[in-house]
């Protein structure tokens, strides 16, 4: 099948050499991806954003047209003047609300909604949208209930509350959050990974605790996993992608404490195209990848084309990641359903990304030493 480019509103592009490794595979699939902002230092003010773009743009391959759409860090201290000046550029698109805790590199997070009241307004007022990691972080709180609990004790009184403001809530992983979101107002829409449409919570302790599966928010039971393809299969606007593609070095992952994350950024489309095949949902794969999310955020629709073709693709043990590194892309050495096949514009990418994706991780030379920090 041939659809438009999709983008993917939902990216982990890293730092330095990582960045530069993951950033020709994003853009060998995406026209845009929206740059998220947990760093070591987070994003926090507009200069960091952009300069953050220029790191990104200065790794997309030469002849690729490629756009990061970047974020700001959300923290207890975001002026409605920063609001002000990030959407001044044109080039920051979103403030990201990650509570203190909630995943990696979030413990600068917002520690209460209330104390960032005007800065949501301002963001309403002037456009600029609000991302949502949607999940409590209360340590007595079942890691399981976290996303429906943030739903009633924090995001239906700020959908309420801030009526005008845009908000996303990303990859969404309980029925509770799909009825959520189709009952709100045009105003509020939802991300869905590939991962958590594909697999359950089996799929982190099949034949033994699985790290590359382990993802926060976490997989969830079959029940939520079958409200997810509801959702897709509905066609509604409200949802489109985000792939939440999180990539740590492997041993950061393979490790007594490792680190949360699913690494999809190599072939995400692929895994949709074969979460929509299974689903039965292909009449709507173009609207998801790459109609709703340029309508939601008011940005125009891309005019390239891709294509997808149903044959196997091999996927790589690994892939090369930071010095000495080795990056493990989900279901390494095995297969995927479909096979992307690059658009014009974006052959370039397509092979430099083919040339740094066929290391073996077998090679214990290639492994960075463990340091055991789940937030790396």
Not at 39 to 45: A, G, R, Y
Not at 124 to 142: F, K, R, Y
Request: with cysteine; hydrophobic share 40%.
């Amino acid at each position: 099948m041939t659809v438009v480019q999709p983008d993917d509103w939902h990216h982990h592009f890293r730092e330095g050499a990582r960045l530069r490794a993951v950033t020709p595979m994003v853009a060998r699939q995406f026209r845009r991806a929206i740059a998220m902002p947990n760093l070591k230092p987070p994003v926090v003010n507009t200069e960091q954003a952009l300069q953050y773009r220029e790191e990104i743009l200065a790794a997309v391959p030469e002849g690729v047209d490629f756009e990061p759409l970047m974020t700001l860090y959300l923290t207890d201290n975001t002026t409605p003047e920063e609001i002000e000046r990030a959407k001044a550029t044109g080039k920051i698109v979103a403030c990201k609300l990650y509570p203190a805790g909630a995943t990696t590199n979030s413990d600068s997070g917002v520690t209460d909604i209330s104390r960032i009241r005007p800065t949501l307004e301002k963001m309403a007022q002037v456009g600029m949208l609000l991302l949502v990691h949607s999940e409590v972080t209360d340590p007595d709180t079942d890691i399981f209930d976290r996303e429906p609990l943030f739903i009633e004790r924090h995001l239906r009184s700020l959908v309420a509350e801030v009526p005008n403001l845009k908000i996303v809530m990303e990859h969404i992983t309980t029925r509770e959050a799909v009825e959520f979101v189709m009952s709100c107002p045009d105003n509020v829409a939802a991300t869905i990974t590939a991962h958590h449409l594909l697999y359950n919570r089996n799929a982190i302790f099949k034949g033994g605790i699985r790290p590359h599966m382990y993802c926060l928010p976490v997989l969830k039971r079959e029940t939520h996993r079958q409200a997810l393809l509801e959702a897709i299969r509905s066609g509604s606007p409200k949802f489109f992608l985000g792939t939440d593609s999180a990539p740590h070095p492997q041993a950061g992952k393979e490790n007594s404490c490792g680190c949360a994350g699913v690494f999809t950024g190599l072939n995400a489309v692929e895994l949709y195209a074969e979460a929509f095949d299974e689903a039965g949902a292909l009449d709507n794969f173009e609207a998801f990848a790459s109609f709703n999310g340029p309508r939601f955020y008011g940005l125009p629709q891309n005019t390239s084309t891709v294509k997808l073709v149903k044959t196997p693709s091999q996927v790589p043990a690994a892939c090369p990641f930071g010095p000495n590194e080795l990056l493990i892309p989900l279901r390494a050495g095995e297969t995927v359903s479909w096979t992307f096949e690059a658009s014009a514009q974006s052959s370039a990418a397509s092979s430099a990304t083919t040339r740094s994706s066929v290391k073996s991780n077998n090679n214990a030379e290639d492994v960075a030493p463990s340091n055991n920090n789940s937030s790396q």
